[in-house]
């Protein structure tokens, strides 16, 4: 499609906040979305160029996080094997599956994190033993988070972020890491999907991507320096306007 070109440099702003965000707790896709959304892309379009946004800001975030030795790679290989066979899954779902089941239970699930997280105020705080082996974990969350992020996505980033915390032990700095990492890998295997059936606008998603790129190293940056007290509270932030986005979409399409 084509845009004004006042579009462009919206866009680019738009790019750069949701990476900020989304690379400090998530939840960046509330603001991009929409935005593509109103600018008159239909449904499948904006979707796919949304991923291709996304992903320069999630692969900008884990180049940074892991420069900063927050990575262990061969520890969150099996995760990126299995999430992104999930995230290819769950886009190939897309057209065979209804998402309104999806779409009503998503934000209640996203609203007892959000309890959880207020009513236990030191989760996250520190490292605690892991409840269960990394391989299982991220055979079984790789698969059902990467599956979830290809074929609907919204709180993908929350979902992550919250298992690592309380399945691994994680506090929120390392389980904000470890989350780009596999926001990263299903971005980019379900963007696969979405360039393979023709639904990219590549010239709005490169604007945005580059915005994106520049956010994301901007929120990494606050992130590593202020620790994992400054990532909860934008972390239940995120979470809560997440839920109010779907809870307002969902009666919005009955």
Do not use: E
């Amino acid at each position: 499609m084509t845009f004004p070109f006042w579009t462009y440099p919206l866009l680019f702003i738009v790019g750069v906040v949701a990476g900020l965000v989304d690379a400090i707790a998530g939840g960046g896709g509330i603001i991009t979305l929409p935005v593509l959304l109103n600018l008159g892309l239909p449904v499948p379009l904006a979707l796919g160029t949304n991923k291709l946004q996304s992903s320069f800001g999630s692969l900008s975030a884990t180049v940074h996080y892991a420069r900063l030795g927050l990575i262990d790679w061969r520890f969150a290989r099996l995760g990126i094997i299995f999430t992104a066979c999930g995230a290819l899954g769950g886009a190939l779902a897309v057209r065979i599956i209804d998402g309104q089941i999806l779409s009503q239970l998503i934000p209640w699930l996203l609203g007892a994190i959000v309890l959880y997280s207020i009513f236990r105020p030191n989760v996250g705080a520190a490292d605690h033993p892991p409840r269960m082996s990394p391989g299982w974990f991220f055979i079984c969350f790789g698969m059902g988070l990467g599956f979830y992020d290809g074929f609907f996505g919204p709180g993908t980033g929350s979902f992550w972020t919250i298992a690592l915390v309380m399945v691994q032990g994680y506090n929120f700095l390392k389980a904000t890491a470890y989350t780009k990492v596999m926001n990263a890998t299903s971005n980019l295997a379900s963007l696969g999907f979405f360039i393979w059936t023709g639904n990219v606008d590549y010239t709005a998603g490169a604007v945005m991507g580059a915005g994106q790129w520049v956010g994301a190293r901007l929120g990494t940056g606050l992130v590593v320096k202020k620790g994992a007290r400054f990532i909860r509270p934008l972390f239940l932030v995120m979470a809560v306007l997440t839920v109010v986005r779907l809870l307002y979409v969902s009666l919005q399409n009955p």
